[in-house]
């Protein structure tokens, strides 16, 4: 599915290390019919894909940071209610960290 025309800005915010950041920009295919999620990178961008619908819910732009690593510049999560009915923005902002850490090992700050 495209990248939907309705989106809100999100506010993530976020800071990772080379190595967590190219392991989050080299994506996460889905495992089995019980995975939901499918994210990829592109063009600095990492996108949250449902797995079973196809659509973007959120994304956020990685930029390389002064201190070395990566830094989130910009987010959106998808606002188009027949796509994702959001719980709010800080549970958004959860489900993003929860995703880093479960598909990737990486810990976020709460």
Same mark, same amino acid.
Request: no cysteine; charged share 15%.
């Given at each position: 599915m495209p990248i939907p025309q309705e989106r809100e800005n999100l506010g993530y915010q976020n800071f990772f290390w080379d190595s967590d950041a =190219?392991? &989050?920009?080299s994506g996460y295919k889905p495992v089995d019919m019980d995975d939901k999620w %499918? &994210?990829?990178? =592109? $063009?600095g961008w990492v996108y949250f894909v449902r797995s079973w619908t196809g659509h973007h819910i959120f994304? %956020?732009? @990685?930029?390389g940071s002064s201190a070395g690593g990566a830094k989130v510049v910009a987010s959106w999560v998808n606002a188009n209610k027949d796509e994702y009915r959001s719980p709010g923005k800080e549970m958004d902002i959860q489900i993003i960290? $929860? @995703?880093i850490k479960s598909r990737f090992g990486i810990e976020c700050p709460a």
């Open positions: =190219e392991k &989050i920009m %499918f &994210i990829y990178s =592109e $063009n994304a %956020f732009q @990685l930029t960290n $929860n @995703l």
